[in-house]
């Protein structure tokens, strides 16, 4: 049907969103000051180009308690319906008979039933999941307006402010690490407790751990426990034919985790 005068052609209305997301881009660009920065604690003498931060998650020390995921919602105030996480963990099983067996209930903080006869199963492990805060992040790549953003210490955020709720970001991310806040309406993930970090404190599921899984440190501080582990060890991180550079490390990273 032929449009009438004054109705904008698809490829025309195209090009105008565009234009229009590319103006929202360029306005927060202006507003930060030319560069993407999230707010530091008033008085703040925090130098956010002085770090660069990563985690190490040694798999043979993880039980699956869930304290982690846990934290996590208390820290960052994630909604408690379980399809709603910053941080999770999976268990996966190995049976006799080569079936892979992959869960995750309510991210593992109520813990995992022995639904599946001993017998049956060759290994089990947990392995700890999250955002992998890469080095060549998808997620920013297709996000229209510049809302997802990767800080000068390598912390990939998402600025609330700007975020238009497209789910773009949710989509491109390989490591199903984001989700749409139900009660923001914006995409969220983990930060790596941003908040926590620009006041020389840890990440909370870093805190809480019992086992010592999760090493958290600075790949500026050659000192640190995280640079001497990987220096020590050969470790792994998932998906790497994607190429996306995580600095989300794993130590006895098993070939069936996906």
């Known amino acids: 049907m032929r449009a009438k005068r004054g109705d904008l052609s698809r490829k025309e209305f195209l090009r105008a969103a565009g234009g229009t997301l590319g103006l929202l881009a360029a306005t927060r660009e202006i507003a930060l000051g030319g560069k993407s920065s999230p707010p530091f604690p008033k008085g703040s003498s925090y130098d956010w180009t002085a770090h660069q931060y990563a985690m190490l998650i040694d798999l043979q020390r993880c039980i699956g308690c869930g304290r982690c995921a846990e934290a996590c919602k208390l820290e960052n105030n994630v909604p408690r319906e379980p399809i709603y ?3 999770w963990v999976e268990r996966y099983r190995l049976k006799t008979c080569g079936e892979v067996l992959v869960d995750a209930p309510n991210g593992g903080i109520d813990g995992f039933r022995a639904d599946v ?6 290994r089990s ?3 700890p999941k999250l955002c992998n805060h890469c080095n060549r992040p998808t997620c920013t790549q297709v ?5 997802t953003f990767r800080t000068k210490e390598g912390v990939v955020l998402v600025d609330r402010r700007y975020c238009i709720g497209c789910r773009y970001c949710i989509q491109a991310c390989p490591y199903g690490a984001r989700y749409f806040h139900p009660e923001l309406r914006v995409a969220d993930k983990c930060t790596f407790c941003y908040h ?4 020389g404190l840890r990440p ?4 809480v751990c019992p086992q010592n899984v999760r090493i958290f440190g600075d790949l500026k501080k050659p000192e640190s426990p995280l640079v001497t582990l990987l220096h020590r060890h050969s470790v792994q991180v998932l998906k790497p034919v994607l190429n996306t550079e995580p600095h989300v490390y794993y130590l006895n990273l098993d070939k069936e985790v996906r």
Not at 143 to 147: I, N
């Open 85 to 87: 996480f910053r941080t």
């Open 117 to 122: 006869p001993p017998e049956e199963i060759f």
């Open 125 to 127: 492990f947990f392995v």
């Open 143 to 147: 996000c229209p307006v510049g809302a």
């Open 196 to 199: 926590r970090l620009v006041r």
């Open 204 to 207: 909370a599921c870093v805190e």
